[in-house]
Structure formats: structure tokens, C-alpha cells
């Protein structure tokens, strides 16, 4: 069965500061992967999304991952974080099981300090 | 586009009452969706996949009997939480799959919180 691991539970980050949050997947098949996050109080959103071409995609909001299949992982950066991403963010993986469900991580906690 | 509701957004209900969550695509239709269920500082965990007009697959570990799931329509899934005791209190979150698409994102709903007295 497919798992999803990130390495972070809560980072504290300066504004400015750059981020990057940890993702790794265990799936050997065709993947399919994601970023949701989860601003306080409000629903979960796709941040950005990989399905096959250019392993380095770009989301929303200046954020990027990178799909690394020799490391199954898929790694969320952004150069210079904001107040406003404080919140709480997923990585997801296509769990291999043909009604298309997912698999999330446990989520990393994101907090910007002023 | 692609936005999903769930209604209510919050409930509180005694121990032994049953509960109905709506969770619904606005504005496009959606022939597969999920339940999850999310604990604090934990992830979603996926209790079901309900289908338009078929029974719902259940994750294991998942009493099909207590969380009865009912997807009537392309653009309604409903979640019954039967004989509700206080363990099953927690935030509830439903999403939907595009019907006709090759991809495996989802549209998620804003979830409901339950609380069970």
C-alpha cells in the first residue's frame, strides 16, 4: 500500500526566510502527486500537482516542488515565505487503487513570524 | 469552478442520535467521492469512496453500518453518522473527483465539525 512521509511536523520560519517542506512517497508504480494546503480555518486547497513532464513544477503563490523519482520524492519549496502562508500543508500521492483515491501525509504546520 | 459544499459546517448532537452531512459539487459533476476523517494534528484519513448510484467501498476499519454513505445523484454524497457516541466527534471532510477525468485531483469540501455530547 502506498504511503506518504513528511518529515516535519511544525516550522517556524522568519518572513523572507526560504522554505522547504519534505515529502517523500513509497509507490514504485506511475505516480501521481500533490501539495494541498490548509489555511486556518478554511478547507484544503491544491497548491500545485505532478503528474508526468518537467519534474520541476510550479503552483500557486510563488510555490514549487520538485519530483525526485530516484529519492520518491517530491519536495515543497519556496524561495522567501510570507505571513500569509502561515498554515498547514499536504503532500498527497495517488494511492495505486483504481478509484483514484489518495494518500496524505500527516501535514507540516507552517508558521511565519513577522 | 470545480467547488464543493458540505453542509452543516458544524453540529453538536447527543450521544445515540443519528447526523446527516451533505457534501456537494456546485458546479460540476462528480461520479466519485470521498470521505475522510480528519483528527487534530493528524492527516485525512480516507474512510470511504462512494460512487453514484453503487455501494460505497469502506476503508478497513470502518463500520459501513455506523457511517452510512449515500451517493445519489452526480452531485450529492451523504455521510449518516448512526447512533453517534462522543469518540465519534471530529472534523469531517468530504471531496470530489471530475467525472470523465484521467486525473486524481480532488476538490475538497470545507468540512464539518461534529461534535457528539
Known amino acids: 500500500a502506498q504511503s506518504v512521509s513528511q518529515h516535519n511536523h511544525h516550522v517556524i520560519l522568519s518572513e523572507a526566510a526560504s522554505l522547504e517542506l519534505g515529502c517523500n512517497y513509497s509507490?514504485?508504480?506511475?505516480?501521481?502527486l500533490f501539495w494541498y494546503v490548509q489555511y486556518p480555518g478554511q478547507h484544503l486547497q491544491l497548491l500545485l500537482k505532478?503528474?508526468?513532464?518537467?519534474?520541476l513544477v510550479k503552483g500557486i503563490k510563488g510555490f514549487e516542488a520538485e519530483f525526485i523519482k530516484s529519492k520518491f520524492s517530491f519536495n515543497l519549496r519556496k524561495p522567501s515565505v510570507q505571513w500569509s502562508d502561515t498554515a498547514e500543508y499536504f503532500c498527497?500521492?495517488?494511492?495505486?487503487?483504481?478509484?483514484?483515491?489518495?494518500?496524505f501525509g500527516k501535514g507540516t504546520k507552517l508558521s511565519v513570524i513577522p | 469552478g470545480a467547488v464543493v459544499s458540505q453542509h452543516p459546517s458544524r453540529v453538536i448532537c447527543k450521544s445515540g442520535t443519528s447526523v446527516k452531512i451533505e457534501c456537494r459539487s456546485l458546479?460540476?459533476?462528480?461520479?466519485?467521492m470521498f470521505w475522510y476523517r480528519q483528527f487534530p494534528k493528524q492527516s485525512l484519513m480516507l474512510m470511504a469512496t462512494?460512487?453514484?448510484?453503487?455501494?460505497?467501498?469502506?476503508e478497513q476499519g470502518v463500520e459501513k453500518d455506523k457511517f452510512l454513505i449515500n451517493h445519489a445523484s452526480l452531485t450529492l454524497s451523504t455521510l449518516t453518522v448512526t447512533s453517534a457516541h462522543p469518540e465519534d466527534s471530529s472534523f469531517y471532510i468530504c471531496?470530489?473527483?471530475?467525472?470523465?477525468?484521467?486525473?486524481?485531483?480532488?476538490?475538497f469540501g470545507p468540512g464539518t465539525r461534529l461534535t457528539v455530547t
Open positions: 471531496s470530489a473527483r471530475l467525472t470523465g477525468s484521467s486525473s486524481y485531483e480532488q476538490y
Open positions: 509507490y514504485g508504480g506511475t505516480v501521481n
Open positions: 505532478y503528474f508526468s513532464g518537467d519534474p
Open positions: 498527497a500521492a495517488y494511492s495505486g487503487a483504481g478509484s483514484y483515491q489518495l494518500t
Open positions: 458546479d460540476f459533476q462528480a461520479t466519485t
Open positions: 462512494s460512487n453514484e448510484g453503487s455501494k460505497a467501498t469502506y
